[in-house]
């Protein structure tokens, strides 16, 4: 006897009890359906009460008998085996003494992987890009799994704004996990298939009777299918951020047990299903969209007796009677925390209708997050008031008709205020502070962040009260002006506590800003009128924006006195003509200057700028470099893009001095730039010399020794149709490149350039690299790929290629670490060799671009790795992968990603998609 033997038989034991709890659910669910069709809704109870209840009705089935009952016997008899181990392993009531021996050896094993894989319960993955079809591997036989669930690896920052999430990174499952995997697995309770942009539902969903949580958002579904509804165990529905997303089942109100229902962000969800009012469990609905027929009405809220946290009503001006909206009886609902009321922006034709709606709607008074969107009414209801004395947010957008505001600076505590698009509102003053109370001396004593967003009618910000006092904001922080052209005169003259400002469209302002002394990120865009020395009044300034300013000729002098501004960016001045006479901030980080298309200099004495990292020249056509002026040596990153006229701007002799520098970036720039020295600048790390069509060298000059090279990590050099050389001259013509430590190497559109070397003697030059782009070099190059163990992208652009898999062409030779291969302008290319591409295990990512003469995918398919697959401008290969119909299309359809000139053809999408990373189509 061994305590290994009786762990077996206690996975053994736990195994059947599983069993045995499926096999009472799977009683369950089927009684539960008998009941449902014979029209008798049960309400929520606990599993053991459910299925006493129920049985009865079922146990005189067919069904019963033909399925039901063998497992029953199955489970039974199997426990009655593990009872008479149990007896064998001498494994009795729990005692103090020692165990007694015996000398049977139970005979199942669990210690083999399929066996274990086989009897998981529990399945859960890190999401990454492109989820393969290996990635699935081992539960394949996982018949009993009850949780499927990804895991997204969020960071912090996204994780703060998650509605952007979509923006930040795309995911694509492959095909076979819901058309061959799912359907199969009967007894999950949990499943989440969030945020892969290519998921489609089939109705053979519907087989999940035992599913308690299904959570589908953040995809492109269109509609969930109808056998959704036959998920009576339903607990957890989670839809949001489905934007495609149209309708919902038919009969959604027989999902008796459904507590929450997350449909947030769906915006072309037509109407609510009929028989919402039978969800009586429902605690979470976050949103209730009215239809114009058909659909549930408003009246059926008042079913829904339990909802609490956000809630918010949309199209309500589908609404057929504003009577109706006392159903509602929102203003008893105290669990309800955040609220919002929304109409159509183009359906607001009777105002009359909306006005007396939104009476009817009268929020509960602890509400804490309000927002009133696209409302028709002339005039905003009687119980927006002083009594909402938790309100802490509110947003009122889209009001257009209503010339006027309520007094909100008697809000309490209110800390957020968001007012926009209310196109009828002339001035703002004593009306919108309200008469100062016994709880309130002064308006807004709580706000925090004000901001005004196209007010396209707005003329006049009054400053004083209905007193005639000067209205203070005393924790106002953030204050955000847009578009709003015609507003005049000055911004408030107290807030004592403001930090950020950004002006944006309000051309006619005369003065920014008075009595501001905290302000540390400052934002001015198109102010043709404003006084920017009032801009610049505020020393405790970090970061000051210009964008837009035409009147901008010159710098104002008092931006020297700014000696806390460490952020500097001038953007779209078209009349900033020169800075060669303006002292800057002596701690200065970054400065940028972008599309200043009249600026002809810099200022001078920038090498006494001792705190410049960063220096970023984008489209200033007309920029000079003159000579004598000099760049300070604390210098890190060096971007010039587009500044045709821009000379290199650091002598040969002073470079080595410049032992911060770590990036110089060229881009149609320094045409006069002949040749660029490596190893001078010591800690250099990354070059790039783009369209500069004067360059005919990249060199390493005399003396300098190899070890000078081992900083450089990413050398890219494209378009530059001089170039000749790279790297050190060794004579005869031959030349070498030190870098052990490149990881990066591309050139790219260099007709005349030699080979660079990444071999010699048998010994490997570049080591580390892990991506490398290839032109025209592909048969010098091929046979010393396979040394790179570290590389992992490859671009591959050769004309005289025919075949994929040709050793002459070394395509045999390509290491097993890549993981993105780019075949692009191989206009020989006839064939792809799928037993060449089958060797690279470990390949994600496959772009096959501009090849007219490919004729087909390879016979033995694509690597199971694949992840994401592209065609474009291979007119053969692409008549070859039609969706269900193309002769290829039996070899891609598991990828979860396949784009097709840029169509994803793998999923709901039919609109043009960026696939983040896509480099080169």
């Known amino acids: 006897m061994t305590n290994h033997a009786v762990k077996q038989w206690l996975d053994e034991l736990k195994h059947w009890f599983y069993r045995a709890e499926e096999l009472v659910n799977e009683i369950a ?26 049985i009865p009705a079922f146990s005189n089935s067919t069904l019963f008998h033909k399925t039901i009952s063998p497992k029953i016997k199955e489970v039974v008899e199997m426990l009655e085996t593990m009872l008479r181990e149990k007896d064998v392993l001498g494994l009795g009531e729990v005692s103090l003494g020692k165990a007694p021996q015996t000398q049977r050896v139970p005979s199942t094993s669990l210690l083999e992987d399929s066996t274990v894989y086989e009897r998981a319960r529990h399945f859960s993955y890190v999401v990454g890009p492109y989820d393969v079809i290996t990635k699935f591997k081992a ?3 996982s018949r009993h799994l009850r949780t499927f669930l990804p895991l997204h690896n969020i960071k912090l920052h996204e994780i703060m704004h998650l509605k952007m999430y979509d923006h930040l990174t795309s995911h694509y499952l492959t095909s076979t996990v819901t058309t061959a995997l799912i359907p199969y697995l009967s007894y999950l309770r949990v499943l989440s298939l969030s945020r892969y942009r290519n998921l489609t539902l089939s109705e053979s969903i519907g087989c999940l009777k035992q599913i308690c949580y299904l959570d589908v958002s953040h995809t492109k579904i269109t509609h969930l299918p109808e056998s959704v509804s036959t998920m009576y165990h339903l607990q957890t529905l989670l839809l949001s951020y489905c934007n495609r997303l149209e309708i919902l089942p038919e009969d959604f109100g027989s999902l008796a047990f459904l507590r929450h229902l997350d449909i947030r962000g769906t915006t072309l969800l037509l109407q609510m299903p009929k028989g919402m009012s039978k969800l009586k469990s429902l605690q979470t609905l976050t949103d209730f969209v009215m239809g114009k027929d058909g659909g549930s009405g408003i009246r059926e809220l008042a079913e829904l007796q339990h909802i609490r946290g956000t809630f918010a009503l949309r199209r309500l001006q589908n609404v057929a009677a504003p009577r109706d909206a006392f ?13 919002a009321l929304e109409f159509d922006a183009e359906d607001t034709e009777d105002s009359e209708k909306a006005r007396e709606l939104l009476e009817n709607l009268e929020p509960p008074r602890n509400m804490k997050r309000l927002t009133i969107r696209n409302y028709a009414g002339t005039r905003f209801p009687r119980w927006l008031d002083p009594d909402y004395t938790n309100l802490t947010y509110l947003c009122i957008s889209g009001c257009v008709y209503c010339p006027s505001l309520r007094p909100l600076g008697q809000l309490p505590s209110v800390k957020e205020l968001l007012i926009e698009g209310m196109e ?28 005004f967003e196209n007010m396209i009618s707005w003329k006049v910000w009054s400053n004083v009260d209905v007193e005639g006092i000067a209205v203070c904001f005393p924790h106002l922080k953030k204050l955000r002006l847009h578009d709003c052209p015609v507003l005049k005169g000055n911004l408030p003259m107290h807030v004592p506590s403001l930090m950020e400002i ?19 990120p400052l934002e001015v865009r198109a102010c043709l009128h404003a006084e920017l020395a009032s801009a610049i009044d505020v020393t405790s300034i970090t970061r000051l924006r210009f964008v837009g300013l035409v009147q901008l000729v010159s710098l104002p002098p008092e931006i020297v006195g700014l000696s806390c501004l460490h952020n500097l960016e001038i953007v779209k001045c078209d009349n900033l003509m020169s800075l060669a006479n303006v002292q800057l901030p002596p701690l200065l980080k970054s400065l940028e200057i972008e599309e200043c298309g009249a600026l002809e200099s810099l200022p001078k004495g920038m090498e006494f700028l001792m705190h410049l990292r960063n ?20 210098l890190s990153d060096l971007s010039v893009f587009r500044c045709e006229r821009w000379e290199f701007p650091i002598p040969t002799e002073r470079m080595q001095h410049y032992i911060s520098l770590e990036s110089i970036k060229f881009c149609d720039a320094c045409n006069n730039l002949v040749s660029f020295p490596l190893g001078i600048f010591p800690n250099l790390s990354s070059v790039w010399l783009m369209i500069c069509m004067g360059l005919e060298k990249v060199y390493i000059p005399e003396g300098i020794d190899d070890n000078r090279l ?17 790297g050190k001259e060794t004579g005869g013509g031959a030349t070498v490149f030190p870098a052990p430590n490149l990881t990066c190497l591309d050139i790219m559109s260099c007709e005349k350039v030699k080979p660079v070397p990444i071999e010699m003697e048998g010994k490997v030059l570049l080591p580390r690299i892990s991506q490398l782009t290839i032109e025209k070099l592909l048969s010098r190059l091929g046979r010393s790929l396979f040394r790179f163990s570290c590389l992992t992208a490859l671009f591959v652009s050769d004309p005289e290629v025919e075949c994929f898999s040709s050793p002459d062409e070394g395509w045999a030779f390509l290491p097993t670490s890549l993981r993105y291969l780019q075949i692009v302008e191989c206009a020989k290319l006839r064939r792809v060799d799928g037993k060449a591409l089958k060797m690279l295990t470990s390949l994600r990512r496959l772009s096959i671009i501009s090849c007219p003469g490919l004729e087909s995918l390879p016979e033995e398919g694509l690597p199971l790795s694949l992840g994401h697959l592209v065609i474009s401008e291979c007119p053969m290969v692409e008549e070859r992968c039609r969706p269900e119909k193309g002769l290829d299309w039996s070899k891609i359809q598991h990828i979860p990603c396949v784009m097709i000139n840029d169509r994803c053809i793998t999923g709901p999408q039919s609109a043009n998609i960026d696939i983040p990373g896509n480099r080169g189509g």
């Open 502 to 520: 950004e002006i944006d469209g309000c051309p006619q302002l005369d003065r920014l800003l008075q009595r501001v002394p905290s302000i540390f």
């Open 29 to 54: 669910v089927e009684a539960l359906r008998l009941s449902l069709e014979k029209q008798s809704l049960p309400q929520p109870q606990s599993l053991g009460t459910k299925v006493r209840n129920l």
């Open 710 to 726: 081992v900083s450089l990590s990413d050398l890219r050099i494209t378009a530059c149709p001089r170039l000749e050389i790279i």
């Open 139 to 141: 539960i394949q036989e």
């Open 424 to 451: 009828y509102v002339v001035t703002v003053g004593p009306e919108f502070y309200g008469h100062s109370s016994s709880r309130l001396r002064s308006p807004f004593p709580t706000l925090e962040s004000l901001r």
């Open 327 to 339: 159903c509602a009886n929102l203003s008893s609902r105290t669990l309800i925390g955040e609220l």
């Open 615 to 634: 220096l970023g020249l984008y489209g200033d056509e007309r920029l000079r470099w003159v000579p004598g002026n000099s760049l300070p040596t604390s």
